[in-house]
């Protein structure tokens, strides 16, 4: 495990992430704390299995857990109760449990 530690950090990425907790991912097999913001080029984010406030607030940017991210044009809410706000318009892709707004299919 990484801690990124105090200040304000930037983990860019070209391989899928997975958020662990708040603040806490792990990509490219590294796991990585007190992270604020994702950039990746890979497109693609697991949430945490719990119950999460996912914001999307842009084209394929957002935030989950305490980390900002840029990117992402698929996002698994991965199981819980989760809560999806966005400031865009969301449709029904036709998929059970799916959805998508502002360039990213949530799941």
């Not at 990425?13 to 992270?35: I, P, R, Y």
């Amino acid at each position: 495990t990484m801690d990124l530690a105090a200040g304000t950090d930037t983990v860019n990425t070209n391989a899928a992430a997975t958020v662990d907790g708040a603040g806490a991912l792990t990509t490219n097999g590294v796991a990585l704390s007190n992270v604020e913001t994702l950039a990746s080029t890979n497109g693609s984010l697991t949430n945490t299995a719990g119950d999460d406030t996912i914001n999307l607030t842009g084209n394929e940017a957002g935030d989950t857990n305490g980390i900002g991210f840029t990117g992402i044009n698929t996002l698994d809410a991965a199981g819980g109760s989760d809560t999806l706000n966005t400031n865009a318009d969301t449709e029904l892709t036709g998929t059970a449990g799916e959805a998508l707004s502002n360039g990213v299919t949530v799941s």
